[in-house]
Each structure stands twice: as C-alpha cells, then as structure tokens.
C-alpha cells in the first residue's frame, strides 16, 4: 500500500497520533497472501479509522460517541461530506459512488472476517489471494485519494498551553511568581496576552537562528 503510506509520512509532522495507522497498513500486507479475509477486514478497519481521524480534525463539533455507533457507509460518506466542505476540489459524487463498492468490502468482511466475528473451523466462506489483492488495491487508492485532499486543508489548530514548554519555562524564570506558575496563569487569564509574548518570543528565535 505504498501510495496510502506514502501520503501518511507526508503527514506525520503535522499529526503524530497518525502514525498508528502504519500498523493497521502493514497488517493488510502481511496478510493479502496467507490470510486473505485478515487482510480484507484490516481494510475495513483502516478505512473507518482514518475517516474518522479526517472528520474529527476538521469538524470542532465532531462527537464520538454519535460517529461510533455509525454504520461503515454512512461513516465514510460522513467524513467525505464534511471533508468536500473544506475541499472544493474532492470529487465528491464520484466518491461517494465508490462507496457503494466500499459497502461490498465492508459485507464481505462480516460474512467472511476472522477478527471481529468468531466462526467456527472450518469456515464457510473463503477468500482467495485474488480478491484480497484486489480489495487492498482500491483501498490504497481511495485513501491515498482521500488524505492527498485532506492534506490540502488548512486547519487552525487551537492554541494548547503544553504546545509550548520551553517558552513557558522561559517565562516562569523570568517572572517568579512563588509556587505558581506565571506562564500558566498567564494563558488562563489573559489568552491574547499570552499569544502575543509567544509570537514576541517565537519571532526572536527565529532572527537569532537566521544569524547564526
């Protein structure tokens, strides 16, 4: 699945938590030959993980518990929906109607899957090498599709006060303020204030860097 790991590690800086993925990716590959139906439901699993990673990071009143409880289809199509409002480039027709092949994966998975469902031994139903390929190929290419337009999308992260330890620690040596801590009543009281001395502080290591 190089495409879809490809588009990840071109991601990695910007979302460290996304790099639990590459595990879900390196079960598909170790099993497409020897375990063809582990490797179709790792599919599934990967294409609800990362729509949800997508809808979560770009919709501020995302609620889990409610994206939880959704269906494979409805899940996916959420999060392209929400994703095509940010941007307007995705085809989101054309998607939306892979989809309803995408359905197929995820009724293949509960009729043949060795992870979710127990069965019995021997099974009734088996996938070949074939089709497992197969389901691994459009998977790699809806994803990659997928984040390659996510990646497009500007996100105004919200400003965390641990986001920053060294200009906090900066701050405190510089203004004690006995067993408090200055930098952090600074951000709880007076937001702006705070911002304003982080970008002081962030523009001044920036020159300093430039003239060394």
Not at 25 to 34: A, F, G, P, W
């Amino acid at each position: 699945m190089k495409q879809t790991k490809d588009i990840l590690k071109q991601l990695e800086s910007q979302y460290t938590n996304i790099e639990y993925y590459y595990v879900i990716v390196e079960k598909i590959e170790e099993n497409v030959d020897s375990n063809p139906d582990i490797a179709i439901e790792s599919c599934k699993s990967l294409l609800e993980g990362i729509s949800k990673f997508i809808w979560k990071q770009i919709d501020t009143s995302y609620d889990a518990v409610k994206v939880d409880k959704m269906d494979f289809h409805p899940l996916v199509r959420g999060a392209v929906n929400e994703l095509s409002n940010f941007n307007e480039d995705l085809e989101v027709d054309f998607v939306n109607k892979i989809n309803k092949l995408i359905v197929s994966i995820g009724e293949v998975r509960n009729r043949r899957g060795d992870i979710s469902h127990g069965r019995l031994s021997p099974k009734e139903y088996f996938s070949d090498t074939h089709f497992s390929n197969l389901v691994m190929n459009i998977t790699d290419n809806m994803l990659s599709y997928i984040l390659h337009c996510f990646s497009k999308v500007s996100i105004v992260k919200e400003l965390e006060y641990a986001d920053n330890p060294d200009f906090n620690e900066k701050l405190d040596l510089e203004n004690p303020f006995g067993f408090l801590s200055y930098s952090k009543a600074l951000f709880e009281q007076d937001q702006v204030a705070y911002e304003q001395e982080l970008q002081d502080y962030l523009d001044t290591k920036e020159t300093e860097e430039i003239d060394v």
